[in-house]
């Protein structure tokens, strides 16, 4: 059973985007916050073991970068350029100490959620640094595998190990729904542009739309023989495109299913997939760490390059 608790006081994009954003990026000053009874928190080095990076998440205005790590830190920075950057602030509370596996900005960059593998969903102020909300599995049945707000911001869904999809009431601070249409583990859960729907990806090797107020089904993806880590939706909402460990990346009709395009550059099991804003391209990473693009209309490769 899922629980809400509140403190009133107190998995990787694409590179082409990285290049993108970095290049827009402006160093700020820094500072460091925490929520009490933590504090000086010594920064982060590339040489700590326990630092490993499980989330990453570019915040919507493009000029922070927040990093999840094993630790159970959050830690949000300022990139400069691809080869330095300042910490902005570090988050971290002193009752969860779970790896940050899952990340995710509010669409106006004032909130950042972090999800853990002991279950735990909090939710930061960006601005302050102060913890405003959590809540979670504190049975620890699931880990919380990805995240993502709604267009509007008022809503947050949570995918999980424990084969659920979680849909919380970000302004009222409520549980909404729990989906419970995957029969295996949830890894991957995006909105729809216009925030009527949802998408999840599972290791059932489906993809299911469903009414994001209701939790009612809509469509059900089947094209995948394998594990399904990544879904994305077209900037128009007409079509998802999803990355699975059967190493494609198909493109299916979001409202009736059908298959309209596989994409075969990989040979490997594909773990992110994105469209590029105009909805011509898609960059999709796989675990031989080559970030392929390709064209959504003739499955063409237009240029892949090496993490």
């Not at 010594?42 to 000029?63: E, F, K, M, R």
């Not at 469209?275 to 796989?286: K, L, Q």
Request: aromatic residues 10%.
């Amino acid at each position: 059973m899922k629980t809400f608790r509140m403190h009133q006081a107190r998995w990787i994009l694409p590179l082409c985007c990285f290049i993108l954003v970095v290049a827009a990026c402006t160093p700020a000053g820094s500072t460091r916050a925490s929520d009490p009874p933590v504090s000086g928190v010594t920064p982060l080095t590339s040489s700590d073991a326990s630092i490993q990076v499980y989330a990453l998440a570019w915040s919507p205005d493009g000029n922070r970068l927040a990093t999840g790590s094993k630790n159970g830190e959050v830690e949000v920075w300022t990139p400069p350029n691809a080869a330095t950057g300042k910490v902005v602030f570090t988050y971290h509370s002193a009752w969860n100490t779970g790896e940050v596996l899952a990340l995710a900005w509010s669409p106006d960059s004032q909130r950042i959620a972090a999800g853990s593998n002991n279950g735990i969903v909090q939710v930061w102020e960006t601005t302050s640094g102060k913890l405003r909300l959590a809540y979670g599995d504190y049975d620890l049945e699931g880990e919380v595998t990805a995240l993502a707000w709604s267009p509007d911001g008022q809503r947050l869904a949570e995918a999980s190990t424990d084969r659920t999809v979680q849909v919380w009431d970000m302004v009222n601070q409520v549980h909404l729904l729990t989906y419970l249409g995957h029969t295996d583990e949830v890894w991957a859960v995006i909105w729809s542009p216009d925030g009527k729907r949802i998408a999840s990806g599972s290791w059932d090797h489906t993809v299911q739309i469903w009414d994001a107020s209701s939790g009612r089904v809509l469509v059900t993806y089947r094209g995948h023989a394998a594990e399904v880590w990544d879904v994305a939706w077209s900037p128009d909402g007409e079509y998802l495109a999803s990355a699975s460990k059967d190493h494609t990346v198909q493109i299916w009709d979001a409202r009736t299913g059908r298959h309209v395009l596989t994409y075969r550059g990989h040979v490997t099991e594909v773990r992110v997939v994105a469209w590029s804003p105009a909805g011509i391209y898609i960059a999709s990473t796989d675990d031989g760490g080559i970030v392929q693009v390709w064209n959504t209309i003739t499955g063409r490769q237009a240029f892949d390059f090496h993490i």
